[in-house]
């Protein structure tokens, strides 16, 4: 990606770009000296040594050398690309005659993080973290830096006079300052090799030194915590083969140092009332005159020095860095705020001031935001918000066309044509999943069962529900070969593979009822009965092992957590039938907003917890929707629940519930439905290497997608239902996707691609996709 092109004139100053500022340094043409914050000293130290250190200084030892990774990362030319407009440090600074850039290697040990996974590579067997380390002078351009800020220069040089009372600032010809203040140090995790491929994933923490909390644990900021949860999220990160970046600037006291910030902490504990976040600004203001001086438009230069042009995790809260790193031309694909449990107890009130100011955060702490976004109708109307934005041109990762839906309308049609020529088309649902030959193996079973057909109901809704839960995307190299011999992919391996185990008893702790799934059972799941029940092997690897073995457990938890849906004394899932038949009216009707609560209360304990430990389910934050309202960026899916809620109703149905208010179900956001659109045309990704790379699914990038997925399979649902003269009764949305837009994605990209994989890869852990 290049620079934001709208304001690549604020972002340096053509006239003297960073190739200028690094010749100046060269023939010595500056102002100031070499050593940042710490030159003061080294005039103390030439005056008592009496040796001339700047002359040693430029002397390379024999003994020095580069961090050959770090050396060939900053040669490529891919990585150089922009640094003619960074304006706060001299990118060629490691190889300049003094250098201002430098860096080594080290093993980071973190108290707290010695429950870090002992990989070998990143993490050695005693828990230390192996780094590159390298340390970061800051060069000012200064016409550069006028342009970066929007500030006269001549005001500027003014200001910097005041406060330096060198006479050499205002002299207009010399163009470099050698800044005395402290630098940036950035630590690398993980095979900096990789830096440069945009395939690779970058997780990324820019923190500002706070000494207190950093070195000595204070607690009246979360600094240390979101260091070291940051440390912990770029190890991670690592070890699933990307890299973490941790720049660590010395900008005490949000640049306005410690005297100033002991001050502030004073008068917010003494102020009328007492410490409170409405006031947290103010004081600060009313001490220092500003709230903040560190100029977080600055700091992304240093991501620019290293190529970066995509950052996949950004363990920030601050709105203002976010803004930054985004006008330097560099995606961000998801925010992670610092978990709740890691804040101290006296630093909420910062916490509670930040997001009022209008900081990201992950959670959802009022009830009625909660409520709202858990609700079918929040679906439609929150991916509404995001496809608006994209019918009028202002999405970021992708461009939105219209014009060719009837391609994809088309598609559709011919899918539903060829598999359903009769239009007697089915709903949606797992059960579709287990048909073989035309014969649902379900069913068939079901027909064995010596039972009252409520409880063959019961057992079936246990099948679907476990089927579905473990329908996340198997990967391209997965398959299961039933007892007949027969190869199965995908979703269909997954549901055999599912029914198998189901008919063998694995989900029943009563062997005298194998057909049946209870909390007991899935409880003492363990890993090796989830390898063997999908038959993984090294030359057979299933996509989030481990994810779906969590799913089953977090499952059994939910079950016995919610009598209400679920039972009390055998927890089951199928126990939602008695649930329902309590609900419907004297004509056995019944609204999908009582099925859909016990799937999306009942099972919500289900859902693993985001990065930063909250736990909502298949909803993610979106920056462009942002304002001052708590959730206002929250845009939910709910997809696993949605293809649960569809995969439940069948059996009730065939059993004579009727279910109405079906209008309020939405399509699925999946990779199927969502690589039609692209396929077609409809959806452009705006960074053509998107396609073919893999996202996390709580990136900005795919929330766009998955948002515009939702109302474009409305407008397709319409399209075909014109094409084929049938209205919403007749062709309801379940049917479209069975039909469908599903199917008619598989068939794009088996056209498009060798492999049949979607147009983007989506990063799966077995829980949502």
Known sequence: FEMSQTKKNSLFDPSFTASDLHADLQAGRFIGFFGGANSPYHALAEAKSGNDLAAIHMTRTKDEYYIDSLDAHLKNPNVQKNWEKIVSIDPWGMWSQRPTIAATTATMYVEELKGLTRDGVVVNDDGGINIIKCAVDHVWNIPGISARLNLDEATIREKLHRYTQSEHIQDTSLKTYLVPIGGVTVYFFGDLNKLADPRTEVAVR??????????FGTDICTCRPYLIFAIQGAVECAQRGGVGIVAYFRKEGRALGECTKFRVYNARKRQDGGDR?????????????????????????????????????????????????RSAGIEVMQRISIPDDLVPESAQIEIMAKVSAGYHTDMISKVDISAEIHTLEAVRERCQRVFDLGLRGELVHFSLDIGALQKAIDAVVASIKEQYPKLDIPCHGRMRHFVVDNVNLATQMSNRWPCDPWEKTRRLVDLVTVASLLDAGAGNDWKYVDADGNVRFRSEGLAIAVLDMFTAGEFSSDKAVFHRVN????????????????????????????????????LADALEMSPEFFGSEICRPGNIVDYVRRHVNENNRVSIRVLWRAVIEGLQPVWPTTLSGVRRGDVWSYNPLKTSQPGSDLVPFHKLSQWLLLSIMEPLIDNGIQIDDMHLVTGLAEYRNGGLFIDTGVLTPRNPSSLGNYFDVGSELVVEWRACTICLIDMVAEGIRKKLSLDASTLSLPKVLEGGTWRAGRIIAAQKRKDGSPPIHIRSDGTVF
């Open 277 to 325: 976040a409405e006031t947290y600004f103010m004081q600060t203001e009313s001490i220092a005159g500003v709230r903040d001086a560190r100029f977080q438009e600055l700091m992304p230069d240093i991501l620019v020095w290293l190529g970066i042009t995509r950052i996949d995790w950004l363990l920030s809260m601050s709105s203002e860095k976010y803004d930054a790193i």
């Open 206 to 215: 820019v923190h500002d030194e706070c000494n207190g909390s950093d070195v």
């Open 519 to 554: 909390s007991l059972a899935l409880k003492n799941f363990d890993i090796s009965m989830i390898l063997k029940g999908f038959q993984v092997s090294k030359t057979n690897p299933l996509v989030g092992v481990k994810g779906r073995l969590g799913i089953l457990h977090r």
